[in-house]
């Protein structure tokens, strides 16, 4: 089984300086800039702002979740209303049929003193 051969470090020469970066030429025309050595861009302003960004979009992703879940609640609270008031619309709606039958009808109108009439005339109201 053979080994692969390990690449040696470059040493550090004491005499040579290090390359400069390199950078692209610009444009016909155009002076050349140099960074000035030692400067660093400005990180901090960026950092603030972007921390300003992030803070102010959970902000408002906390508020929209705040109304979906006042709202979730609110069309709980209604769906349940709207089951009740169902429930007592049936219970309505039966009670209508019982008291709305012939029987009970006639029941009530001979305790109230009314009779049957002899002859029963239906009307029609598509023959005028």
């Known amino acids: 089984m053979a080994v692969p051969a390990r690449r040696a470090r470059e040493l550090p020469r004491p005499g040579l ?3 400069p970066r390199l950078a692209p030429v610009p444009p016909r025309g155009q ?3 140099r960074p000035r050595p030692g400067r660093r861009p400005r990180r901090v ?5 972007s921390a300003a960004v ?7 992703l906390a508020g929209a979740q705040a109304l979906v879940s006042q709202d979730a609640f609110r069309v709980s609270a209604l769906s349940a209303r709207a089951q009740r008031i169902q429930v007592e619309n049936d219970l309505l709606r039966l009670e209508v049929a019982e008291l709305s039958t012939p029987d009970r009808v006639a029941a009530a109108g001979k305790r109230a003193g009314l009779v049957q009439a002899a002859r029963v005339e239906v009307l029609d109201g598509a023959n005028r």
Do not use: D, G, N, S
């Open 17 to 19: 300086k290090r390359r």
């Open 31 to 33: 002076p050349i800039t």
């Open 45 to 49: 302003p960026f950092l603030l702002f």
């Open 54 to 60: 992030v803070a102010v979009t959970l902000f408002l």
